[in-house]
């Protein structure tokens, strides 16, 4: 029996995929977005920084490889088994505590579901593509 390894090219064509999905989310809800938040042009302006950017890189890279790596103990072998968990894995373990700390924090329940959409997207497409570009 063939026993999985990880796609180290999956994993970091995931980590490209997982910078510009959110890109183009948050272009979709964007006023949304900043209304739910009470953020301005100005503000958003004001505080830029690279910071968040190098974050999500370094993010991605530690979800991916942990992933992929479950993936293999989970003989995840089909583009559908890796879509079905990956979105699973995104509900459960990122957008139910989302849900959770936003109603601590007393933020608008569907901001939770602009920031926690997005990574219920991305789980599911790295899970088709890791479950798909199996490596043995």
């Known amino acids: 029996m063939k026993s999985l390894k990880i796609n180290h090219l999956a994993v970091f064509t995931i980590i490209v995929i997982a910078q510009i999905i959110p890109a183009l989310w948050y272009g979709l809800f964007t006023d949304s977005w900043m209304k739910l938040n009470n953020f301005t042009m100005d503000f958003i302006t004001e505080n830029q920084s690279s910071t968040p950017y190098i974050a999500s890189v370094i993010g991605s890279l530690i ?3 942990t992933m992929a790596h479950l993936f293999t103990k989970m003989n995840i072998t089909t583009g559908v088994q890796g879509l079905l968990t990956g979105a699973l894995i995104g509900f459960a373990f990122t957008h139910v505590p989302n849900i959770v700390t936003s109603q601590f924090e007393f933020r ?6 602009i920031n926690g959409g997005v990574n219920i997207i991305i789980y599911a497409i790295a899970g088709f593509i890791l479950g798909a570009w199996k490596k043995y």
């Open 63 to 65: 979800i991916t490889y």
């Open 108 to 113: 608008p329940y569907a901001l939770s579901w």
